[in-house]
C-alpha cells in the first residue's frame, strides 16, 4: 500500500509532497482509498462534505468504532504526515482479518478531506464543516491563491458545494474514533518508544495580518516618501519571536503574499498569516491581542482550536491495548531472531519496558480533535519520528516503528470493538 501512494504528488525536485485538497494528486488518492476500500468488501459512502467512509457492519443500526486520517499534506510536506494513519487503519483491519477476529460493532475507516488547509487556509475543514464549526456559507467563499473558491472547485469536481454542512446522520454513525500519526515531536523518541497516546492538543489558530502601505518605485522613490508595509511586517515578525518566548507558546508567521509583489516596486499590500499555539490558552490570545495593537494591522481570525483533553479513561484503555500489543510484537520478533537466520530479522525496537505505552500532549491540530470537541469519545495513537521534524520531507518513521503502530492499532480496534 505504501508503495502505490509513494509517488502521488511527490515534488521530483524537493523530495516533498503537493496534495492540495481536491488538487489531481488529491483526486488519484482518493480514489486509491475508494479501490482498497472495494478490495477488502467495505461499503465506502461519501459524506455532504467530502469526506469517505469506509464500513464493515451498518453504522446505522449501531455507532461503529471508527480509525483513519487524511491524504492532503502541507505544501512540501512528509510522506508520513496523515498517510500513515490510512494506509495503518487498512492494515490493521487485515491483521484483524487474519486473526479470524469478528468485531461486536461496525469498524470504519475514514479519510478526511483538506486536513492541512493548505489550499484554502482553514484546517481541518472536512471535520470542522461536518460538525458544523465552520460555516458553510464561509467555507464555500474560501480562495486559493488562484483565485478560485471552494465552491468552484468542488463543482469542477463533481460536487454539489450547496451540500456542504454540519452531517448529524454521519456524525451519529461514529461511536469512537481513534487517529493513528506520526509523532511531530521527538516525544517519543526522549522516552525511548516506538509507539505513544495523546493526552491532549494544545489550544492554536491561525489570524490573517493586512498591512497596507502604497505601491511606488522601487528607484525613484526616496525612502523618507515611501510607505513601504513591508517595514512594520518585518518589525512584527520579530516581535511575535519574542513575544511568544516571553508568554511561554510558540508563533509562526509561516505564509506572505506581497502585492505587487515585483522586485523592482515597492509593496502596496502585505499580507501574512500568523499561526500561534501553546498549552496555555489565554497566553496564546494575548500574544495574538499584543501583535495586532502594536503591528498597526488589519487582523482577522481564520481559524481557531480550542483545547483538547482526550477522554481520561478512553486515554488509558488505548495505552494499556497498544502496550500489550508492542510488548507482543516485541517478543514475537526476539523469538524469531532467535530462529536460524537471525541476521535477516531486525530488531523491531526493545529499547521501551514492558506496560503502557507513553501518554503525552502535542502541539499539533487533528481531525481527532475537532471530533473530540464536538463531543464525539477519540483518540490518537503516535507512531515515533526519529527526525522529530514534520511537515518536511525530512518526516521520518521506520518501517519495524509502523508496524508496531498497526500491532498497537488493531489491538486498540479489537478492544473497542468488544464493548
Same mark, same amino acid.
Given at each position: 500500500?505504501?508503495?502505490?501512494?509513494?509517488?502521488? =504528488?511527490?515534488?521530483?525536485? +524537493?523530495?516533498?509532497?503537493?496534495?492540495?485538497?481536491?488538487?489531481?494528486?488529491?483526486?488519484?488518492?482518493?480514489?486509491?482509498?475508494?479501490?482498497?476500500? *472495494?478490495?477488502?468488501?467495505?461499503?465506502?459512502?461519501?459524506?455532504?462534505?467530502?469526506?469517505?467512509?469506509?464500513?464493515?457492519?451498518?453504522?446505522?443500526?449501531?455507532?461503529?468504532?471508527?480509525?483513519?486520517?487524511?491524504?492532503?499534506?502541507?505544501?512540501?510536506?512528509?510522506?508520513?504526515?496523515?498517510?500513515?494513519?490510512?494506509?495503518?487503519?487498512?492494515?490493521? #483491519?487485515?491483521?484483524?482479518?487474519?486473526?479470524?477476529?469478528?468485531?461486536?460493532?461496525?469498524?470504519?475507516?475514514?479519510?478526511?478531506?483538506?486536513?492541512?488547509?493548505?489550499?484554502?487556509?482553514?484546517?481541518?475543514?472536512?471535520?470542522?464543516?461536518?460538525?458544523?464549526?465552520?460555516?458553510?456559507?464561509?467555507?464555500?467563499?474560501?480562495?486559493?491563491?488562484?483565485?478560485?473558491?471552494?465552491?468552484?472547485?468542488?463543482?469542477?469536481?463533481?460536487?454539489?458545494?450547496?451540500?456542504?454542512?454540519?452531517?448529524?446522520?454521519?456524525?451519529?454513525?461514529?461511536?469512537?474514533?481513534?487517529?493513528?500519526?506520526?509523532?511531530?515531536?521527538?516525544?517519543?523518541?526522549?522516552?525511548?518508544?516506538?509507539? =505513544?497516546?495523546?493526552?491532549?492538543?494544545?489550544?492554536?489558530?491561525?489570524?490573517?495580518?493586512?498591512?497596507?502601505?502604497?505601491?511606488?518605485?522601487?528607484?525613484?522613490?526616496?525612502?523618507?516618501?515611501?510607505?513601504?508595509?513591508?517595514?512594520?511586517?518585518?518589525?512584527?515578525?520579530?516581535?511575535?519571536?519574542?513575544?511568544?518566548?516571553?508568554?511561554?507558546?510558540?508563533?509562526?508567521?509561516?505564509?506572505?503574499?506581497?502585492?505587487?509583489?515585483?522586485?523592482?516596486?515597492?509593496?502596496?499590500?502585505?499580507?501574512?498569516? #500568523?499561526?500561534?499555539?501553546?498549552?496555555? +490558552?489565554?497566553?496564546?490570545?494575548?500574544?495574538?491581542?499584543?501583535?495586532?495593537?502594536?503591528?498597526?494591522?488589519?487582523?482577522?481570525?481564520?481559524?481557531?482550536?480550542?483545547?483538547?483533553?482526550?477522554?481520561?479513561?478512553?486515554?488509558?484503555?488505548?495505552?494499556?491495548?497498544?502496550?500489550? *500489543?508492542?510488548?507482543?510484537?516485541?517478543?514475537?520478533?526476539?523469538?524469531?531472531?532467535?530462529?536460524?537466520?537471525?541476521?535477516?530479522?531486525?530488531? +523491531?525496537?526493545?529499547?521501551?519496558? *514492558?506496560?503502557?505505552?507513553?501518554?503525552?500532549?502535542?502541539?499539533?491540530?487533528?481531525?481527532?480533535?475537532?471530533?473530540? *470537541?464536538?463531543?464525539?469519545?477519540?483518540?490518537?495513537?503516535?507512531?515515533?519520528?526519529?527526525?522529530?521534524?514534520?511537515?518536511?520531507?525530512?518526516?521520518?518513521?521506520?518501517?519495524?516503528?509502523?508496524?508496531?503502530?498497526?500491532?498497537?492499532?488493531?489491538? +486498540?480496534?479489537?478492544?473497542?470493538?468488544?464493548?
Amino acid at each position: 500500500m505504501w508503495g502505490a501512494i509513494e509517488r502521488l =504528488g511527490r515534488d521530483g525536485r +524537493t523530495g516533498g509532497y503537493l496534495r492540495d485538497a481536491w488538487s489531481p494528486a488529491d483526486l488519484e488518492l482518493r480514489e486509491w482509498f475508494r479501490q482498497e476500500a *472495494a478490495r477488502r468488501g467495505l461499503d465506502l459512502r461519501e459524506d455532504r462534505n467530502g469526506n469517505l467512509w469506509a464500513w464493515r457492519g451498518d453504522p446505522s443500526r449501531r455507532p461503529g468504532v471508527v480509525t483513519g486520517s487524511h491524504l492532503d499534506s502541507v505544501r512540501q510536506g512528509g510522506a508520513f504526515d496523515g498517510p500513515l494513519g490510512i494506509v495503518s487503519a487498512f492494515a490493521a #483491519l487485515d491483521l484483524l482479518d487474519a486473526r479470524g477476529f469478528r468485531p461486536d460493532r461496525p469498524l470504519g475507516i475514514a479519510c478526511f478531506t483538506d486536513e492541512e488547509g493548505a489550499r484554502f487556509g482553514v484546517p481541518c475543514t472536512g471535520s470542522r464543516l461536518l460538525t458544523g464549526v465552520l460555516d458553510p456559507d464561509r467555507a464555500r467563499g474560501l480562495t486559493d491563491d488562484d483565485g478560485s473558491s471552494l465552491a468552484d472547485v468542488l463543482r469542477r469536481a463533481g460536487r454539489d458545494p450547496g451540500a456542504l454542512g454540519r452531517d448529524d446522520e454521519t456524525l451519529g454513525h461514529v461511536g469512537v474514533f481513534v487517529e493513528l500519526h506520526v509523532e511531530q515531536g521527538r516525544g517519543l523518541v526522549h522516552a525511548g518508544a516506538p509507539v =505513544g497516546v495523546a493526552s491532549a492538543i494544545w489550544p492554536h489558530g491561525r489570524w490573517r495580518f493586512d498591512f497596507r502601505g502604497r505601491a511606488d518605485h522601487a528607484g525613484t522613490t526616496r525612502l523618507e516618501d515611501r510607505d513601504d508595509p513591508m517595514l512594520p511586517f518585518a518589525r512584527t515578525v520579530l516581535q511575535a519571536r519574542e513575544a511568544a518566548r516571553r508568554r511561554g507558546v510558540v508563533a509562526t508567521f509561516g505564509r506572505l503574499r506581497v502585492s505587487p509583489g515585483s522586485a523592482n516596486a515597492i509593496p502596496g499590500l502585505v499580507t501574512a498569516w #500568523l499561526d500561534a499555539r501553546g498549552g496555555d +490558552t489565554g497566553a496564546v490570545r494575548a500574544l495574538v491581542a499584543e501583535l495586532a495593537e502594536s503591528s498597526g494591522a488589519e487582523v482577522g481570525e481564520e481559524s481557531w482550536t480550542p483545547a483538547v483533553d482526550f477522554d481520561a479513561a478512553l486515554r488509558d484503555r488505548l495505552a494499556s491495548a497498544a502496550g500489550a *500489543a508492542v510488548a507482543a510484537a516485541r517478543s514475537a520478533a526476539h523469538r524469531t531472531a532467535a530462529g536460524p537466520h537471525p541476521e535477516d530479522v531486525r530488531d +523491531t525496537v526493545s529499547e521501551a519496558p *514492558a506496560g503502557p505505552v507513553p501518554v503525552l500532549p502535542t502541539g499539533a491540530g487533528h481531525d481527532a480533535g475537532i471530533l473530540a *470537541a464536538a463531543g464525539v469519545p477519540s483518540a490518537m495513537v503516535f507512531v515515533r519520528n526519529p527526525t522529530g521534524i514534520s511537515h518536511s520531507p525530512e518526516e521520518h518513521a521506520e518501517a519495524s516503528d509502523c508496524h508496531l503502530g498497526v500491532a498497537a492499532l488493531a489491538a +486498540t480496534l479489537e478492544e473497542l470493538c468488544r464493548s
